[in-house]
Nanobody
Framework: QVQLVESGGGLVQPGGSLRLSCTASGSTLAYYNVAWFRQAPGEEREAVACISGRDEVRYYTDTVKARITISRNNARNTVFLQMNNLEPEDTAVYYC?????????????????WGQGTQVTVSS
């Protein structure tokens, strides 16, 4: 079982950037497909981006794909989410999740390993 810890969240002004990190322990993250989800107050959790474990194929939600890049550093057992040109609508708790086998990258139920989340607030 892999344990996931997110970091890098915070308060940023509109138009700013943040890089979130998802660091794993207890297992080798390279074996896992890893996704970032986010949940705004009063909203359902939604997928943001996913990177596959074997061949680093990337999937992005249409609403963010022009502004977000997901990447991984297997030597550091870490997956990153680079977010640029942030908007107030990006304010949410961001979670990383991992699963060895998935059929649908953006489907919440596919992932059995979750971090505790990191808060991102975009405000002037």
């Amino acid at each position: 079982q892999v344990q996931l810890v997110e970091s890098g969240g915070g308060l940023v002004q509109p138009g700013g950037s943040l890089r979130l990190s998802c660091t794993a322990s207890g297992s080798t993250l390279a074996y896992y497909n890893v996704a970032w989800f986010r949940q705004a107050p009063g909203e359902e959790r939604e997928a943001v981006a996913c990177i596959s474990g074997r061949d680093e194929v990337r999937y992005y939600t249409d609403t963010v794909k022009a502004r977000i890049t997901i990447s991984r550093n297997n030597a550091r057992n870490t997956v990153f989410l680079q977010m640029n040109n942030l908007e107030p609508e990006d304010t949410a708790v961001y979670y990383c999740a991992a699963a060895i086998v998935i059929a649908t990258p953006g489907e919440i139920d596919e992932y059995e390993n979750w971090g505790q989340g990191t808060q991102v607030t975009v405000s002037s």
